[in-house]
Protein backbone atom coordinates (compact mmCIF):
# COMPACT_ATOMS: atom_id res chain seq x y z
CA UNK A 1 0.00 0.00 0.00
CA UNK A 2 1.87 3.47 -1.20
CA UNK A 3 1.75 5.93 1.99
CA UNK A 4 -0.17 9.05 0.45
CA UNK A 5 1.46 12.48 1.34
CA UNK A 6 -0.73 14.87 3.65
CA UNK A 7 -2.11 17.93 1.79
CA UNK A 8 -0.06 20.86 2.86
CA UNK A 9 -2.93 22.62 4.48
CA UNK A 10 -3.09 19.63 6.98
CA UNK A 11 1.01 19.25 7.41
CA UNK A 12 0.83 21.72 10.52
CA UNK A 13 -2.37 19.97 12.47
CA UNK A 14 -0.55 16.37 11.69
CA UNK A 15 2.99 17.40 13.03
CA UNK A 16 1.06 18.98 16.50
CA UNK A 17 -0.76 15.93 16.77
CA UNK A 18 2.22 13.61 15.87
CA UNK A 19 3.88 15.32 18.72
CA UNK A 20 1.18 14.96 20.99
CA UNK A 21 1.20 11.17 20.22
CA UNK A 22 4.91 10.61 20.88
CA UNK A 23 5.06 12.95 24.39
CA UNK A 24 2.38 10.98 25.49
CA UNK A 25 3.56 7.27 24.53
CA UNK A 26 6.67 8.47 25.84
CA UNK A 27 6.06 10.38 28.83
CA UNK A 28 8.95 12.42 28.08
CA UNK A 29 8.65 15.95 26.56
CA UNK A 30 10.75 17.14 23.64
CA UNK A 31 13.09 20.03 25.25
CA UNK A 32 15.51 21.45 22.39
CA UNK A 33 18.90 23.25 23.02
CA UNK A 34 21.14 19.95 23.96
CA UNK A 35 24.65 18.99 22.60
CA UNK A 36 24.49 15.39 21.84
CA UNK A 37 27.39 13.37 20.62
CA UNK A 38 27.08 10.04 19.55
CA UNK A 39 29.79 7.34 21.08
CA UNK A 40 30.87 4.17 19.71
CA UNK A 41 32.07 0.88 21.18
CA UNK A 42 34.07 0.75 24.76
CA UNK A 43 37.27 2.54 22.99
CA UNK A 44 35.23 5.98 22.82
CA UNK A 45 32.67 5.41 25.70
CA UNK A 46 35.11 3.96 28.58
CA UNK A 47 37.76 7.02 28.05
CA UNK A 48 34.67 9.72 27.76
CA UNK A 49 33.66 8.47 31.06
CA UNK A 50 36.89 8.11 32.67
CA UNK A 51 38.17 11.49 31.95
CA UNK A 52 34.74 13.23 32.68
CA UNK A 53 34.86 11.35 36.45
CA UNK A 54 38.23 12.44 36.85
CA UNK A 55 37.47 16.04 36.37
CA UNK A 56 34.31 15.80 38.56
CA UNK A 57 34.20 18.69 41.06
CA UNK A 58 30.69 18.40 42.83
CA UNK A 59 29.24 15.19 42.27
CA UNK A 60 28.95 11.82 40.39
CA UNK A 61 25.61 10.21 39.97
CA UNK A 62 25.55 6.59 38.60
CA UNK A 63 23.12 4.02 37.78
CA UNK A 64 24.35 1.27 36.30
CA UNK A 65 22.92 -2.65 35.29
CA UNK A 66 26.16 -4.31 36.01
CA UNK A 67 29.44 -3.28 37.62
CA UNK A 68 31.85 -5.70 37.19
CA UNK A 69 34.68 -7.27 39.39
CA UNK A 70 37.38 -7.18 36.56
CA UNK A 71 39.90 -4.85 34.97
CA UNK A 72 37.51 -2.06 33.89
CA UNK A 73 35.66 -2.41 37.04
CA UNK A 74 38.56 -1.78 39.22
CA UNK A 75 39.61 1.30 37.17
CA UNK A 76 36.15 2.66 37.10
CA UNK A 77 36.02 2.00 40.93
CA UNK A 78 39.37 3.08 41.64
CA UNK A 79 38.64 6.46 40.07
CA UNK A 80 35.20 6.90 42.06
CA UNK A 81 37.37 6.51 45.62
CA UNK A 82 39.58 8.77 44.58
CA UNK A 83 37.30 11.47 43.47
CA UNK A 84 35.22 10.88 46.58
CA UNK A 85 38.38 11.03 48.53
CA UNK A 86 38.74 14.52 47.18
CA UNK A 87 35.44 15.41 48.89
CA UNK A 88 33.31 14.54 45.38
CA UNK A 89 29.75 13.43 46.25
CA UNK A 90 29.75 10.20 44.51
CA UNK A 91 26.51 7.98 44.65
CA UNK A 92 26.55 5.01 42.91
CA UNK A 93 23.00 3.04 42.38
CA UNK A 94 23.81 -0.92 40.65
CA UNK A 95 21.44 -3.93 39.96
CA UNK A 96 21.85 -6.52 42.69
CA UNK A 97 21.65 -9.13 40.06
CA UNK A 98 23.36 -7.74 37.48
CA UNK A 99 26.36 -6.44 40.02
CA UNK A 100 26.01 -9.84 42.20
CA UNK A 101 29.31 -10.31 42.07
CA UNK A 102 30.57 -7.42 43.08
CA UNK A 103 28.13 -6.88 45.65
CA UNK A 104 28.54 -10.20 47.56
CA UNK A 105 32.64 -9.71 47.39
CA UNK A 106 34.42 -7.37 49.02
CA UNK A 107 34.84 -5.09 45.88
CA UNK A 108 33.01 -1.78 47.27
CA UNK A 109 34.60 -1.22 50.50
CA UNK A 110 37.49 0.88 49.25
CA UNK A 111 34.60 3.28 47.60
CA UNK A 112 32.50 3.14 51.11
CA UNK A 113 35.01 4.08 52.85
CA UNK A 114 35.83 6.90 50.58
CA UNK A 115 32.60 8.16 51.42
CA UNK A 116 30.89 7.32 48.24
CA UNK A 117 27.05 6.47 48.82
CA UNK A 118 26.35 2.65 47.64
CA UNK A 119 23.00 1.07 46.69
CA UNK A 120 21.76 -2.16 45.07
CA UNK A 121 18.45 -1.95 43.21
CA UNK A 122 16.19 -5.05 44.05
CA UNK A 123 18.50 -7.41 46.31
CA UNK A 124 16.87 -10.63 46.47
CA UNK A 125 13.98 -10.91 50.03
CA UNK A 126 11.47 -12.84 51.06
CA UNK A 127 8.79 -10.27 50.50
CA UNK A 128 9.80 -9.13 46.69
CA UNK A 129 7.66 -11.70 44.84
CA UNK A 130 7.60 -11.82 41.12
CA UNK A 131 8.80 -8.43 41.23
CA UNK A 132 12.09 -9.53 41.46
CA UNK A 133 12.73 -10.33 37.73
CA UNK A 134 12.50 -6.44 37.79
CA UNK A 135 16.15 -5.25 37.16
CA UNK A 136 17.48 -1.51 36.91
CA UNK A 137 18.68 -2.00 33.68
CA UNK A 138 19.67 1.74 32.88
CA UNK A 139 23.77 2.99 32.01
CA UNK A 140 23.27 6.19 33.15
CA UNK A 141 26.52 8.78 34.53
CA UNK A 142 25.73 12.15 35.72
CA UNK A 143 28.86 14.38 35.98
CA UNK A 144 28.34 17.72 38.30
CA UNK A 145 24.45 17.57 37.61
CA UNK A 146 25.06 18.75 33.97
CA UNK A 147 27.10 16.27 32.05
CA UNK A 148 25.26 13.26 31.16
CA UNK A 149 26.21 9.47 29.87
CA UNK A 150 23.58 7.37 28.76
CA UNK A 151 24.12 4.16 26.45
CA UNK A 152 23.99 0.66 26.03
CA UNK A 153 27.48 -0.27 27.88
CA UNK A 154 28.17 -1.46 31.41
CA UNK A 155 30.81 -0.98 33.54
CA UNK A 156 32.83 -4.17 32.85
CA UNK A 157 35.94 -5.29 30.77
CA UNK A 158 33.88 -7.77 28.31
CA UNK A 159 32.60 -4.34 26.08
CA UNK A 160 36.69 -4.13 25.14
CA UNK A 161 36.95 -8.04 23.95
CA UNK A 162 39.80 -10.00 24.01
CA UNK A 163 42.76 -9.29 22.48
CA UNK A 164 44.96 -11.74 23.67
CA UNK A 165 42.74 -14.21 21.92
CA UNK A 166 42.28 -12.38 18.79
CA UNK A 167 38.53 -11.83 20.33
CA UNK A 168 37.17 -7.79 19.18
CA UNK A 169 35.52 -5.66 21.45
CA UNK A 170 31.40 -5.65 21.57
CA UNK A 171 29.67 -3.61 19.75
CA UNK A 172 27.66 -1.19 21.11
CA UNK A 173 27.03 2.52 21.41
CA UNK A 174 26.40 5.47 23.51
CA UNK A 175 25.79 9.20 23.89
CA UNK A 176 27.16 11.73 26.07
CA UNK A 177 24.92 15.26 25.96
CA UNK A 178 24.65 18.14 28.02
CA UNK A 179 21.84 21.32 27.80
CA UNK A 180 18.52 21.10 29.58
CA UNK A 181 18.12 17.56 29.22
CA UNK A 182 20.29 16.94 32.20
CA UNK A 183 17.99 18.06 34.68
CA UNK A 184 15.40 15.02 33.14
CA UNK A 185 18.61 13.19 33.65
CA UNK A 186 18.92 14.04 37.38
CA UNK A 187 15.29 13.87 38.04
CA UNK A 188 15.50 9.80 36.68
CA UNK A 189 18.41 9.29 38.78
CA UNK A 190 17.24 10.86 41.83
CA UNK A 191 13.83 8.74 41.17
CA UNK A 192 16.14 5.16 41.05
CA UNK A 193 17.75 6.54 44.50
CA UNK A 194 14.79 6.95 46.43
CA UNK A 195 13.13 3.75 45.44
CA UNK A 196 16.22 2.34 47.49
CA UNK A 197 16.21 4.32 49.99
CA UNK A 198 15.91 7.78 51.59
CA UNK A 199 15.73 10.67 48.51
CA UNK A 200 19.06 12.67 47.50
CA UNK A 201 18.59 15.79 49.35
CA UNK A 202 16.94 18.82 47.44
CA UNK A 203 20.10 20.97 47.00
CA UNK A 204 21.31 17.89 44.26
CA UNK A 205 18.30 17.79 42.30
CA UNK A 206 18.51 20.74 40.32
CA UNK A 207 21.69 21.05 37.59
CA UNK A 208 23.67 24.30 38.48
CA UNK A 209 23.28 26.96 36.19
CA UNK A 210 23.96 26.25 32.42
CA UNK A 211 27.23 27.62 30.74
CA UNK A 212 26.70 29.37 27.24
CA UNK A 213 29.00 26.92 25.78
CA UNK A 214 26.68 23.72 26.57
CA UNK A 215 24.07 24.57 24.88
CA UNK A 216 23.24 23.09 21.84
CA UNK A 217 20.77 22.96 19.29
CA UNK A 218 19.51 18.97 19.68
CA UNK A 219 15.65 18.46 20.33
CA UNK A 220 15.30 15.04 22.50
CA UNK A 221 13.59 12.94 25.47
CA UNK A 222 14.80 11.09 28.44
CA UNK A 223 12.58 8.24 28.58
CA UNK A 224 13.10 7.11 32.02
CA UNK A 225 11.06 4.09 32.24
CA UNK A 226 10.28 2.15 35.25
CA UNK A 227 8.13 -1.39 35.81
CA UNK A 228 5.27 -1.72 34.60
CA UNK A 229 5.37 1.79 32.65
CA UNK A 230 5.98 0.40 28.99
CA UNK A 231 6.52 3.65 27.89
CA UNK A 232 9.39 2.61 25.33
CA UNK A 233 6.97 -0.29 24.29
CA UNK A 234 4.65 2.60 23.25
CA UNK A 235 7.48 4.81 21.47
CA UNK A 236 8.77 2.05 19.56
CA UNK A 237 5.15 0.83 18.45
CA UNK A 238 4.00 4.18 17.50
CA UNK A 239 7.53 4.99 15.43
CA UNK A 240 7.05 1.71 13.38
CA UNK A 241 3.90 2.97 12.63
CA UNK A 242 4.96 6.95 11.94
CA UNK A 243 7.87 6.02 9.53
CA UNK A 244 7.16 6.87 6.15
CA UNK A 245 11.01 5.34 4.56
CA UNK A 246 13.35 3.42 6.53
CA UNK A 247 13.29 2.23 10.02
CA UNK A 248 16.30 0.46 10.65
CA UNK A 249 17.03 -1.53 14.10
CA UNK A 250 19.94 -2.58 16.04
CA UNK A 251 19.08 -5.11 19.32
CA UNK A 252 21.52 -7.58 21.38
CA UNK A 253 18.43 -9.71 22.62
CA UNK A 254 15.59 -9.27 20.04
CA UNK A 255 12.33 -11.02 21.34
CA UNK A 256 9.91 -8.77 19.72
CA UNK A 257 5.98 -9.38 20.97
CA UNK A 258 3.83 -10.70 18.71
CA UNK A 259 2.37 -6.96 18.60
CA UNK A 260 5.60 -5.21 17.55
CA UNK A 261 6.17 -7.56 15.12
CA UNK A 262 3.45 -7.55 13.42
CA UNK A 263 4.28 -3.46 13.77
CA UNK A 264 7.26 -4.06 12.00
CA UNK A 265 5.32 -6.51 9.24
CA UNK A 266 2.62 -3.89 8.25
CA UNK A 267 5.35 -0.71 8.06
CA UNK A 268 7.34 -3.25 5.54
CA UNK A 269 4.51 -4.39 3.78
CA UNK A 270 4.14 -0.43 3.37
CA UNK A 271 7.12 -0.08 1.46
CA UNK A 272 8.95 1.11 4.28
CA UNK A 273 13.15 -0.28 4.48
CA UNK A 274 12.52 -2.25 7.64
CA UNK A 275 16.03 -3.78 8.81
CA UNK A 276 17.00 -5.67 11.95
CA UNK A 277 20.07 -5.92 13.24
CA UNK A 278 21.11 -8.88 15.99
CA UNK A 279 23.92 -10.62 16.97
CA UNK A 280 24.87 -14.09 15.75
CA UNK A 281 26.95 -15.51 18.61
CA UNK A 282 25.56 -13.99 21.88
CA UNK A 283 26.52 -13.77 25.12
CA UNK A 284 23.42 -15.58 26.29
CA UNK A 285 23.21 -18.16 23.63
CA UNK A 286 19.56 -19.09 23.95
CA UNK A 287 18.44 -15.70 23.25
CA UNK A 288 19.85 -15.42 19.80
CA UNK A 289 18.36 -18.85 19.19
CA UNK A 290 14.55 -17.58 20.26
CA UNK A 291 15.72 -14.04 18.22
CA UNK A 292 16.14 -16.97 15.01
CA UNK A 293 12.55 -18.27 15.57
CA UNK A 294 11.02 -14.75 14.58
CA UNK A 295 12.76 -14.30 11.28
CA UNK A 296 10.73 -15.96 9.12
CA UNK A 297 7.36 -14.19 9.30
CA UNK A 298 9.35 -10.94 9.20
CA UNK A 299 11.25 -12.37 6.17
CA UNK A 300 7.95 -12.75 4.57
CA UNK A 301 6.49 -9.38 5.15
CA UNK A 302 9.75 -7.83 3.44
CA UNK A 303 11.58 -7.02 6.83
CA UNK A 304 15.23 -7.57 5.95
CA UNK A 305 17.45 -9.27 9.03
CA UNK A 306 21.43 -9.19 9.30
CA UNK A 307 23.51 -11.04 11.60
CA UNK A 308 26.37 -9.48 13.41
CA UNK A 309 29.76 -11.14 12.16
CA UNK A 310 31.95 -10.24 14.99
CA UNK A 311 31.46 -11.49 18.87
CA UNK A 312 28.79 -9.48 20.03
CA UNK A 313 26.63 -6.76 19.17
CA UNK A 314 25.11 -5.37 22.44
CA UNK A 315 23.83 -1.57 20.52
CA UNK A 316 19.92 -0.62 21.61
CA UNK A 317 19.50 1.60 18.89
CA UNK A 318 16.96 2.57 16.34
CA UNK A 319 16.61 5.18 13.11
CA UNK A 320 13.72 6.01 11.26
CA UNK A 321 13.56 8.44 8.25
CA UNK A 322 16.74 9.72 9.36
CA UNK A 323 14.78 12.13 11.41
CA UNK A 324 14.22 10.21 14.86
CA UNK A 325 16.95 8.04 16.50
CA UNK A 326 16.73 6.50 19.92
CA UNK A 327 19.87 5.07 21.94
CA UNK A 328 19.87 3.61 25.53
CA UNK A 329 19.46 0.38 27.08
CA UNK A 330 16.12 -0.86 26.60
CA UNK A 331 16.03 -4.05 24.30
CA UNK A 332 13.18 -5.32 22.53
CA UNK A 333 12.22 -7.88 23.92
CA UNK A 334 9.40 -7.74 27.58
CA UNK A 335 11.71 -7.78 30.01
CA UNK A 336 13.13 -3.82 28.99
CA UNK A 337 9.89 -3.05 27.82
CA UNK A 338 7.41 -4.32 30.70
CA UNK A 339 10.05 -5.37 33.77
CA UNK A 340 13.13 -3.25 33.97
CA UNK A 341 13.92 0.37 34.87
CA UNK A 342 15.63 1.68 31.71
CA UNK A 343 17.26 4.62 30.10
CA UNK A 344 16.58 5.98 26.51
CA UNK A 345 17.71 8.74 25.11
CA UNK A 346 15.06 9.67 21.54
CA UNK A 347 16.62 12.46 19.46
CA UNK A 348 14.40 14.36 16.89
CA UNK A 349 17.53 16.04 14.75
CA UNK A 350 18.40 15.25 11.35
CA UNK A 351 22.35 15.54 11.55
CA UNK A 352 22.33 12.89 14.40
CA UNK A 353 20.13 10.48 12.79
CA UNK A 354 21.85 10.26 9.97
CA UNK A 355 25.70 10.06 11.76
CA UNK A 356 24.04 6.77 13.56
CA UNK A 357 22.09 5.80 9.81
CA UNK A 358 25.30 5.97 8.75
CA UNK A 359 26.88 3.99 10.93
CA UNK A 360 23.98 1.44 10.91
CA UNK A 361 25.18 0.72 7.48
CA UNK A 362 28.68 0.69 8.26
CA UNK A 363 27.67 -2.62 10.94
CA UNK A 364 26.11 -3.94 8.07
CA UNK A 365 29.15 -4.40 6.28
CA UNK A 366 30.45 -6.44 8.94
CA UNK A 367 27.23 -8.51 8.86
CA UNK A 368 25.51 -10.85 7.35
CA UNK A 369 22.12 -10.92 5.79
CA UNK A 370 19.19 -13.82 6.00
CA UNK A 371 16.59 -14.27 3.45
CA UNK A 372 14.61 -16.60 1.96
CA UNK A 373 15.92 -18.99 -0.56
CA UNK A 374 13.91 -18.98 -3.35
CA UNK A 375 10.92 -21.17 -3.88
CA UNK A 376 11.59 -22.88 -0.46
CA UNK A 377 11.68 -19.73 1.14
CA UNK A 378 13.65 -21.03 3.88
CA UNK A 379 15.71 -18.74 5.72
CA UNK A 380 19.66 -18.87 4.78
CA UNK A 381 22.92 -16.77 5.55
CA UNK A 382 24.12 -14.89 2.65
CA UNK A 383 27.19 -12.02 2.65
CA UNK A 384 25.63 -8.47 2.44
CA UNK A 385 26.31 -7.47 -0.96
CA UNK A 386 27.47 -3.67 -0.16
CA UNK A 387 26.06 -1.45 -2.94
CA UNK A 388 22.41 -2.63 -1.65
CA UNK A 389 22.75 -0.18 1.74
CA UNK A 390 24.25 2.60 0.50
CA UNK A 391 20.47 3.83 -0.78
CA UNK A 392 17.51 4.72 1.38
CA UNK A 393 14.94 2.70 -1.22
CA UNK A 394 14.56 -1.14 -0.62
CA UNK A 395 16.54 -3.42 -3.64
CA UNK A 396 14.56 -5.44 -5.61
CA UNK A 397 14.51 -8.61 -3.82
CA UNK A 398 17.48 -10.89 -4.12
CA UNK A 399 17.43 -14.39 -5.91
CA UNK A 400 17.50 -17.66 -4.24
CA UNK A 401 19.98 -18.72 -2.19
CA UNK A 402 20.47 -21.91 -2.03
CA UNK A 403 22.33 -24.52 1.26
CA UNK A 404 21.39 -25.04 4.83
CA UNK A 405 22.36 -22.48 7.46
CA UNK A 406 22.61 -22.47 11.31
CA UNK A 407 19.93 -20.02 11.67
CA UNK A 408 17.67 -21.77 8.90
CA UNK A 409 17.58 -24.87 11.10
CA UNK A 410 16.33 -22.75 14.01
CA UNK A 411 13.93 -20.71 12.14
CA UNK A 412 10.87 -22.10 12.97
CA UNK A 413 9.13 -20.44 15.25
CA UNK A 414 7.98 -23.00 18.67
CA UNK A 415 4.71 -21.15 18.74
CA UNK A 416 4.42 -20.99 14.96
CA UNK A 417 5.00 -24.88 15.03
CA UNK A 418 2.22 -24.99 17.00
CA UNK A 419 -0.29 -22.55 15.47
CA UNK A 420 0.20 -24.93 11.96
CA UNK A 421 -0.11 -28.03 13.76
CA UNK A 422 -3.17 -27.44 16.09
CA UNK A 423 -4.81 -24.64 14.24
CA UNK A 424 -3.51 -25.05 10.83
CA UNK A 425 -2.40 -20.83 10.45
CA UNK A 426 -0.50 -21.69 7.18
CA UNK A 427 0.82 -23.73 4.85
CA UNK A 428 3.74 -25.52 5.72
CA UNK A 429 7.09 -26.21 3.39
CA UNK A 430 9.17 -29.48 3.08
CA UNK A 431 12.25 -27.79 4.01
CA UNK A 432 10.59 -27.28 7.21
CA UNK A 433 10.78 -30.64 8.25
CA UNK A 434 13.35 -31.16 10.49
CA UNK A 435 12.87 -28.03 12.13
CA UNK A 436 9.70 -29.54 13.16
CA UNK A 437 11.34 -32.47 14.20
CA UNK A 438 13.16 -30.73 16.71
CA UNK A 439 10.99 -28.64 18.28
CA UNK A 440 8.51 -31.77 18.44
CA UNK A 441 11.42 -33.99 20.10
CA UNK A 442 12.32 -30.65 22.56
CA UNK A 443 8.52 -30.95 23.53
CA UNK A 444 8.31 -34.58 23.67
CA UNK A 445 11.38 -34.80 26.17
CA UNK A 446 9.73 -32.01 28.25
CA UNK A 447 6.64 -34.07 28.62
CA UNK A 448 8.66 -37.12 29.52
CA UNK A 449 10.42 -34.84 32.44
CA UNK A 450 7.49 -33.98 33.88
CA UNK A 451 5.87 -37.18 34.07
CA UNK A 452 8.96 -39.01 35.19
CA UNK A 453 10.42 -35.99 37.71
CA UNK A 454 7.03 -33.62 38.44
CA UNK A 455 9.41 -31.63 40.96
CA UNK A 456 11.10 -30.37 38.41
CA UNK A 457 8.28 -28.27 37.01
CA UNK A 458 6.31 -28.22 40.69
CA UNK A 459 9.13 -26.89 42.58
CA UNK A 460 10.16 -23.88 41.22
CA UNK A 461 6.45 -23.32 40.32
CA UNK A 462 5.56 -23.55 44.31
CA UNK A 463 8.59 -21.01 44.65
CA UNK A 464 7.11 -18.73 42.89
CA UNK A 465 3.92 -18.92 44.50
CA UNK A 466 4.85 -19.14 47.94
CA UNK A 467 6.58 -16.23 47.38
CA UNK A 468 4.61 -14.31 45.47
CA UNK A 469 1.16 -15.41 47.56
CA UNK A 470 3.54 -14.39 50.40
CA UNK A 471 4.61 -10.79 49.47
CA UNK A 472 0.82 -10.05 48.77
CA UNK A 473 -0.01 -11.88 51.92
CA UNK A 474 2.46 -9.02 53.80
CA UNK A 475 1.34 -6.34 51.53
CA UNK A 476 -2.35 -6.93 52.79
CA UNK A 477 -1.64 -7.74 56.45
CA UNK A 478 0.70 -4.00 56.29
CA UNK A 479 -2.59 -2.69 54.65
CA UNK A 480 -4.72 -3.23 57.59
CA UNK A 481 -2.29 -2.60 60.16
CA UNK A 482 -1.97 0.81 58.58
CA UNK A 483 -5.67 1.04 58.27
CA UNK A 484 -5.83 -0.05 61.75
CA UNK A 485 -3.90 2.53 63.15
CA UNK A 486 -5.46 5.50 61.37
CA UNK A 487 -8.68 4.84 62.65
CA UNK A 488 -7.61 4.96 66.35
CA UNK A 489 -6.13 8.32 65.53
CA UNK A 490 -8.20 11.28 65.93
CA UNK A 491 -9.32 12.88 62.36
CA UNK A 492 -7.17 15.72 61.26
CA UNK A 493 -9.05 19.01 60.54
CA UNK A 494 -9.91 19.12 56.71
CA UNK A 495 -7.40 21.37 54.17
CA UNK A 496 -9.71 23.59 52.01
CA UNK A 497 -7.31 22.32 49.45
CA UNK A 498 -7.39 18.37 49.69
CA UNK A 499 -9.09 17.95 46.18
CA UNK A 500 -12.28 15.53 45.06
CA UNK A 501 -10.04 13.56 43.27
CA UNK A 502 -7.95 12.35 46.30
CA UNK A 503 -11.26 11.99 48.34
CA UNK A 504 -12.30 9.34 46.07
CA UNK A 505 -8.95 7.94 45.95
CA UNK A 506 -8.87 7.30 49.65
CA UNK A 507 -12.94 6.35 50.35
CA UNK A 508 -12.21 3.17 47.00
CA UNK A 509 -8.78 2.36 49.30
CA UNK A 510 -10.70 2.14 52.68
CA UNK A 511 -13.39 0.02 51.17
O1 LIG B 1 21.18 -6.83 29.77
P1 LIG B 1 22.11 -6.03 28.91
O2 LIG B 1 21.49 -5.68 27.60
O3 LIG B 1 22.72 -4.87 29.58
O4 LIG B 1 23.31 -7.01 28.61
C1 LIG B 1 24.13 -7.42 29.63
C2 LIG B 1 24.68 -8.72 29.25
O5 LIG B 1 24.00 -9.71 29.91
C3 LIG B 1 26.13 -8.76 29.51
O6 LIG B 1 26.58 -10.05 29.51
Known amino acids: MPIPSPAPSNQDLIRHLAEQALSRSAGAPLVGGNQVELLYDSVENFPAWEQAIASSQDS ?34 YDWLGSWKAHLGSFFKPLLAAGAELRAYNPPSLTSGLSMLGRNHRKLIVIDRRTVFVSGLCISSSWEGRPERGLAP ?24 ASCGSPLPEAWLSPPPEPEEARGSVAARLIATTPATAQMMRLDLLIACFARRTLWLTDAYFMGTSMYLTALKQAARDGVDVRLLVPRSSDIGWIATVSRTQYRPLLEAGVRVFEWDGPMIHAKTAVA ?5 RIGSTNLNLSSWLANRELDVAVEDQALAE ?59 IGDALGVVVRGTRTVD ?19 LIAFFPWLVAGPLLFLLLL ?20 QQPPLPRQPSQDADKDNQNSQLDD
Open 355 to 413: KLAQQFLLDLDHSTEVILAGQRRRPTLTKPRPKDYHGLLLPPRTAAISGASAAARQAAR
Open 430 to 448: ASEASAFLTIGVALLICAG
Open 170 to 193: WRDTGVKLCGPLAADALAAFADSW
Open 321 to 325: DGRWA
Open 60 to 93: VFIEMYIFANDAFGLRMRDLLTERALAGVKVCVL
Open 468 to 487: SGGAIVAKACGLYWSRRGKK
